[in-house]
């Protein structure tokens, strides 16, 4: 049997908005936000018709095979290839498809089947928030606007800077204060207006979304805008496609505002629907426990999350009233899954050991769902024979520089010098067993 060319999903009558809380529909084609008749707090779920976009055909039939960024999954997303938006972004500024690593030794360490480690470090402004942007980007062309703007505790707003560069618009980035100098020197080496709110992030969400509407910018806020949770889910549809379009057991998340979460969630759903994945893996939502407000309302089996204090050093997941709560407690009973909290000295330990130990250097925020790990293994939610994904959602470049950990050494310019330090013997009995191991088979 050939195939029928999915001709109709190339416009968009295939996709509406869903309200989360009110169940309302409506169209993909109007600029909503949040749900109006939930007084701003319903968030908007992309509703796809499967069929019409293929469920049940190979992937091979509905991707853009031959394209090498989540642009791949265009058929799945609220911005189509029709309009100039995405083709202006696409190819300008390429976000997605990054890599998967086999994280063996530290899974043979910690007691897991496999591990793997997605790395969003990878994307162009070194985090996962790059997938949010270029969504927004696209859909800000489409609608013939030229200023974008975002609250971010740095990483949103540097990948929305990024992206706006690369496509000429303007950008305004409302950040907390206390944000490291790293990530404002980012946002405004790529030419946006960084504005430093006196106050944390819930300050700067309220203060850019009141701009956004007195001055008729478009506004990216994480999950206020629905194309940041269907951006972000092309990292989840990467993950089963790498993995050879099959489900891992569980997939662990770093949990500020819960928009990541939820974002693995719909592409989860996506390739379920379409067929291209068996079973639903559990979610593991991490949160800090100096910022637990998401964590709080899963241990209290509440529908909903109420407001915590946010004091977190890992500024990533700084957050006391997420934006995206009530989605992600349902995706993670839906799934389930589960939400843990971690200390900030188990964050900051976990930056070392998951970067000496994977080769990938994450930011404190990342490192929370490392830091889960070992705890989650001694209550035996996840085990040996899990097969297990962790997101590293942000590259530790751009963490504020500390002296804390690693172990660097002064020494003269001398060998010498080198070889009073004590180091010569390691390098030979360096342990090269992992070479000898066998694959594993899945
Ligand atoms: C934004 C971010 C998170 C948390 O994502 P939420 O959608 O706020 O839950 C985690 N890690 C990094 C590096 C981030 O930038
Ligand atoms: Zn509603």
Not at 52 to 80: F, I, K, N
Request: aromatic residues 6%.
């Amino acid at each position: 049997m050939t195939p029928k060319p999915v001709a109709d999903a190339e416009g968009m009558d295939h996709l509406r908005w869903q309200c989360s809380r009110c169940a309302a529909f409506s169209p993909v084609g109007d600029l909503r936000y949040a749900c109006t008749r939930c007084r701003w707090s319903g968030r908007l779920t992309l509703v796809i018709d499967y069929e019409r976009v293929g469920a049940g055909r190979p992937p091979a039939d509905v991707l853009l095979t031959d394209e090498h960024s989540l642009w791949r999954y265009a058929r799945l997303l609220p911005v189509g290839m029709d309009g100039g938006g995405s083709r202006r972004v696409r190819s300008r500024y390429v976000a997605g498809w990054t890599p998967l690593h086999r994280a063996d030794r530290l899974a043979r360490r910690l007691g897991l089947g496999r591990l793997w480690i997605k790395d969003e470090a990878a994307n162009p402004s070194g985090a996962l928030k790059d997938r949010a942007s270029v969504v927004a980007v696209a859909d800000a062309l489409d609608r013939g606007r030229n200023v974008i703007a975002t609250a971010s505790s740095g990483n949103a707003g540097a990948a929305l800077a990024g992206a706006a560069a690369a496509v000429g618009l303007r950008c305004v980035v409302f950040v907390p204060r206390g944000t490291p100098a790293t990530k404002v020197t980012q946002i405004s080496r790529y030419g946006a207006r960084v504005l430093v709110v006196d106050g944390d992030y819930d300050d700067a969400v309220r203060l850019s979304t009141a701009a956004c509407r007195r001055w008729g910018w478009y506004c990216r806020n994480t999950a206020y805008n629905p194309c940041t949770a269907e951006g972000k889910k092309t990292a989840a549809l990467e993950i089963v496609e790498q993995l050879g379009w099959s489900a891992p057991d569980a997939v662990v998340v770093p949990v500020g505002d819960g928009n990541i979460l939820v974002g693995l969630y719909r592409g989860l759903c996506d390739a379920l629907a379409m067929g291209w994945i068996d079973r639903m893996p559990r979610l593991i939502g991490v949160q800090a426990a100096a910022s637990p407000a998401v964590h709080r309302a899963w241990a209290e089996g509440a529908a909903d999350v109420s407001p915590a204090p946010a004091r977190t050093r890992a500024e990533s997941i700084n957050v006391g009233e997420p934006q995206d709560g009530f989605r992600a407690l349902a995706a993670v009973r839906d799934t389930a899954g589960l939400v843990v909290a971690v200390e900030d000295e188990e964050i900051f330990a976990a930056v070392d050991w998951l970067a000496a130990e994977s080769g990938v250097y994450p930011e404190p925020a990342s490192a929370a769902g490392a830091a889960a790990l070992p705890a989650l293994v001694a209550r035996g939610e996840l085990g040996s024979a899990d097969r297990v994904v962790l997101l590293n959602t942000g590259s530790g470049l751009k963490a504020a520089p500390s002296a804390e950990g690693g172990s660097a050494v002064p020494v003269a310019a001398d060998l010498r010098a080198v070889a009073a330090i004590g180091i010569t013997e390691a390098a030979e009995t360096g342990s090269e067993a992992d070479l000898d191991e066998p694959e594993p088979k899945w």
